[in-house]
């Protein structure tokens, strides 16, 4: 999978999801970008946006977007490194324009 953390995660993540192309959002010069437009970006170069905005999907319309996104409950560097299983596994089962959500177990 092609993936672009956004910018308001750990910039780790890039070298902790083996297997996958990581960049983020500084690497391709888009800090800053609104979402809308991040995403607009985003969908012509990657397969998933890893998030942890949580009002992104009521702010965009997000109905005939192919990039899947997933949305982590914390930003964290711990909660991150908790939840860094759970998103490999979203990873290896997404599918084109699914939103994803992943929180830290209880």
Not at 46 to 58: A, G, I, P, Q, W
């Amino acid at each position: 999978m092609r993936v672009l953390v956004d910018e308001c995660l750990p910039r780790f993540l890039r070298r902790s999801l083996p297997g996958h192309f990581v960049e983020t959002a500084q690497d391709c010069g888009w800090s800053g970008i609104k979402n809308g437009e991040l995403l607009r970006h985003a969908e012509e170069r990657f397969d998933v946006f890893l998030t942890c905005d949580k009002n992104l999907r009521y702010q965009q319309n997000l109905k005939d977007r192919k990039i899947a996104i997933i949305e982590l409950s914390r930003n964290s560097r711990a909660a991150v490194r908790v939840l860094l299983p759970q998103i490999n596994e979203a990873l290896g089962n997404v599918i084109p324009g699914a939103y994803v959500e992943i929180h830290l177990p209880k």
